[in-house]
């Protein structure tokens, strides 16, 4: 991602509209086979970041680039091809993103049988496409349920068999999350974008499915964006945490590093809310409302809620600079040149 862009109008036939910022100037990378984490409390623009990635609303501006192809660039039908097959996404409802009236075959079946009917060829044009297609040919209902099965075997649903018949709501919250890990791979991805995963769940079964996407990561090379208000669950599965405070990215680096030695106020903010339960004047204000909807100062748009403020915060709005082996947008540290996405 470079210089991702997004604003939403607000206001209505009587109030007066301005623009809200969701995201600005946001860039990171991922790498086969790592994780990396955005993290933010509610309103900071994750979940926006999540849906312009799997093309689900438009970008204002910026650009993805899958193996060096701006995918926002192509028009969404004709991208959607390959784009798709390389980039899935497990949504945070595991009750609202099933089907109650069908069973769980149906759910695997139908991607499966979708996904192989697709002209390979088409995608290849547009250079979407793997180099070596994996999903070529189309598949017979009972080749397909193979494959269902054996996807519910790799997400732990056993015996899967007795799966394939049930219906979504004869599962428990962990075990329709790990149906839908189960669809996501139908396609065979290359990247898995998970917003909020585990927020839905019991305490009790969260690890099971972070335990989980570690499995995938390691034994398939997957690439997976964790989306996440959580630094606890970002550090476990993630290699590298990305920190978004009002659409923006404020610090980025390896996530031992941010855990343990936060550098932005926001991020360290966010760490005691987990540590104290969000008592203290600081966590209070870091986790106050609106983050992304609340008008953005001429300066730091954490000034007004930051322990730390002082002269150029109210000023100017901080430039990323690197700071002890990662990135931080904030006036704290000197800048000894500008910097861009890392990884």
């Known amino acids: 991602m470079r ?19 969701a995201a600005e100037d946001v860039a990171f990378r991922i790498h086969r086979g790592e994780a990396v984490a955005l993290v933010g409390e509610s309103g900071s623009g994750t979940s926006t970041i999540a849906r312009l990635l799997m093309r689900l609303e438009p970008a204002d501006g910026g650009q993805a ?40 075959a149906h759910h695997l079946t139908r991607p499966l049988m979708r996904l192989h009917a697709l002209n390979p060829a088409h995608d290849v044009a547009h250079h979407l496409e793997r180099p070596a297609a994996r999903l070529a040919g189309a598949l017979s209902p009972t080749a397909a349920r193979e494959r269902a099965v054996e996807l519910l075997r790799t997400v732990g649903l056993e015996p899967a068999e007795e799966f394939m018949d049930r219906h979504p709501y004869e599962l428990s919250g962990g075990q329709r999350q790990r149906v839908a890990i189960a669809r996501s791979l139908a396609a065979d991805p290359d990247l898995l974008v998970a917003d909020e995963p585990t927020s839905m769940l019991d305490v009790s079964i969260r690890m099971g499915i972070l335990n989980l996407l570690a499995q995938l990561k390691r034994d398939r090379g997957l690439a997976i964006l964790l989306i996440t208000h959580d630094l606890a669950s970002a550090r476990f599965l993630a290699e590298r945490i990305v920190v978004l405070y009002r659409g923006r990215v404020v610090e980025d680096g390896p996530s031992d590093t941010v855990v343990e030695s936060p550098a932005h106020p926001y991020t360290r903010a966010l760490l005691a809310s987990i540590a104290e339960g969000g008592g203290d004047e600081a966590t209070r204000a870091a986790r106050g409302k609106g983050t992304s909807t609340a008008p953005s100062p001429t300066g730091c748009p954490f000034a007004d809620r930051c322990a730390d403020v002082h002269g150029p915060c109210r000023s100017s709005d901080p430039a990323p600079r690197e700071h002890d082996g990662r990135l931080v947008r904030c006036h704290l540290y000197p800048v000894t040149e500008p910097v861009g996405a890392r990884g």
């Not at 784009?83 to 609202?96: I, L, N, S």
């Open 3 to 21: 210089g991702l862009r997004k604003t939403y109008a607000t206001g209505g036939l009587f109030t007066a509209g301005r623009k809200v910022v």
């Open 65 to 104: 680039l899958l193996d060096g192809v701006d995918v926002f660039a192509r028009e969404p039908r004709r991208a959607s091809l390959g784009y798709r097959r390389r980039v899935q996404m497990v949504f945070q409802d595991p009750f609202g993103s099933l089907n109650p009236a069908h069973d769980i």
